[in-house]
């Protein structure tokens, strides 16, 4: 599966925009973006995932670049509840059943009251 | 709506005991998942099934087993517990291949 290179952490301010980076530079046609978050001693979340347009929906944002090579989560609003560690994966369709997700380290995020 | 239900939430091991954890899932999803997630580390898959008599290893399948003899309940089995399994298990479930995951609170699991 094609890696994806994300900062180890960041930090924003509660009730403001909070843009989370990841870059992908060998993702292939068939790969999915995929973004999941962990809130402490909790498993995993899903919040969204796209190929090429653009996707929303009522947790966040997902901008894929024109050339697919990097991609930013959109948080508008952040809140305290937003704490947490967000992971941006790929995930390859074409493998048929072994598509399956691959967690990094992700990067954690810190929201300041 | 339960979602993915893991039992127990905690467990301390003796090394070379056996136990197995549990994993249901009441949303009719035929993928089913088992990950391991050591400190401050990310998710590692252990082992899946993409439906009721199949099951696949997955990254570090060595020292678990697994079993899938309905859709809804995918148990995983360490046969000789190790230090080296002191970890937090998460089972995830998903409709399909295209779907997201579904995750479980996981089980905290200590072996001394």
């Known amino acids: 599966d094609a890696k994806t290179t994300q900062p180890n952490s960041m930090e924003s301010n509660e009730e403001e925009p909070v843009h989370l980076p990841c870059n992908h530079s060998t993702i292939s046609g068939t790969d999915y973006i995929h973004w999941y978050r962990q809130l402490p001693s909790q498993g995993p979340e899903y919040v969204i995932h796209?190929?090429?347009s653009n996707v929303n929906n009522r947790m966040a944002s997902l901008a894929i670049a024109e050339d697919r090579k990097s991609s930013t989560l959109i948080l508008h609003r952040a809140t305290l509840r937003d704490a947490a560690v967000y992971y941006c994966?790929?995930?390859?369709?074409?493998?048929?059943?072994?598509?399956?997700?691959?967690f990094g380290k992700g990067i954690t995020l810190s929201v300041r009251p | 709506n339960a979602g993915v239900t893991q039992t127990p939430k905690f467990r301390i091991l003796k090394i070379g005991q056996s136990m197995t954890l549990q994993c249901t899932q009441d949303m009719n999803h035929n993928y089913m998942y088992w990950y391991r997630q050591d400190p401050g580390m990310g998710l590692k898959l252990i082992y899946y099934?993409?439906?009721?008599?199949?099951?696949d290893k997955g990254e570090v399948p060595n020292g678990y087993n697994v079993s899938r003899s309905t859709t809804e309940d995918f148990p995983l089995r360490l046969e000789l517990a190790a230090p080296s399994q002191t970890s937090v298990y998460f089972c995830?479930?998903?409709?399909?291949?295209?779907?997201?995951?579904?995750f479980g609170s996981g089980t905290r699991l200590t072996v001394v």
């Open positions: 099934s993409v439906g009721a008599g199949i099951t």
């Open positions: 994966i790929l995930r390859d369709l074409s493998n048929g059943a072994n598509s399956k997700l691959t």
């Open positions: 995830a479930s998903s409709y399909n291949r295209d779907s997201g995951y579904t």
């Open positions: 796209g190929l090429t």
